[in-house]
């Protein structure tokens, strides 16, 4: 079973910048993809980032490209998330996932595993 923990969200104001943590109880994998989903209130959940096991490929949803970066470090069974430049409209619970395949999918039904989510609140 692989286990997702997310952490560093919290209250930013605009403009401002904060970064995500998600840590694998397990190393990740060569095959694994891992991708950053987040959800609003009364919204679908959404894909903001993915990136392969290598680091080689990245994929980024228009709203966030230019702004947030996506990384890993595989030693550390860690992925992060840097958000920069945000904005009221980032604000959000976001996940973190895990895919068990070999490309960089950016659908929530290609994502095998689930953290629990990190809020994050963009204040104007």
């Known amino acids: 079973q692989v286990q997702l923990v997310e952490s560093g969200g919290g209250l930013v104001q605009a403009g401002g910048s904060l970064r995500l943590s998600c840590a694998a109880s397990?190393?990740?994998?060569?095959?694994?993809?891992m991708g950053w989903f987040r959800q609003a209130p009364g919204k679908e959940r959404e894909f903001v980032a993915a990136?392969?096991?290598?680091?080689?490929?990245?994929r980024y949803a228009d709203s966030v490209k230019g702004r947030f970066t996506i990384s890993r470090d595989n030693e550390r069974n860690t992925v992060y998330l840097r958000m920069n430049s945000l904005k009221p409209e980032d604000t959000a619970v976001y996940y973190c996932?895990?895919?068990?395949?070999?490309?960089?999918?950016?659908?929530?039904?290609?994502?095998?595993?689930w953290g629990q989510g990190t809020q994050v609140t963009v204040s104007s």
């Open positions: 397990i190393r990740t994998f060569s095959s694994d993809a």
């Open positions: 990136i392969s096991w290598s680091g080689a490929s990245t």
């Open positions: 996932a895990a895919s068990i395949i070999p490309v960089v999918p950016t659908s929530t039904l290609q994502y095998d595993y």
